[in-house]
């Protein structure tokens, strides 16, 4: 299972909503975001969906043979793909924008400074 992208990610942020932190099992998610088209996604994938924070659904996938988290497919964003961070061959080239869903971040996670802070999730005219 591999993934690959030529393409710049259209907006990256750390994600503290309680749905996050239960999927990743820390205080948030870091994600980059591209337009469906942009990925090239080599393998089979195993899917599992639930409601995000939103309230509405979203499908994660999953590599079928060491169980880590992908990708998400978002609902409220159809022609979006969510990339986790952590699964970038070099994740050190990830680089969040902002910092969502701070309503719900942990009382002892450290926020950066250095980026914008949303209480919710970003609002379209603001990515």
Known sequence: ???????????SFNCHCRDCQ???????????????????????????ETL?????????????TCGSQLFGLPEIAPEMISIRAGTL???SLYQPRAEVFVSQAYAWDTL??????????????KK
């Open 1 to 11: 299972m591999s993934y690959q992208s030529e393409a710049e990610p259209r907006y």
């Open 22 to 48: 239960k999927a990743t099992g820390s205080a948030y998610a870091p994600i980059a975001f591209f337009h469906q088209s942009e990925l090239k996604v080599n393998g089979e994938l195993k899917y599992f």
């Open 52 to 64: 995000g924070s939103s309230g509405r659904p979203i499908k994660r996938a999953f590599c079928p």
């Open 112 to 125: 950066n400074p250095n980026l914008k802070h949303f209480e919710k999730m970003i609002e379209k005219s």
């Open 89 to 91: 061959d070099d994740p």
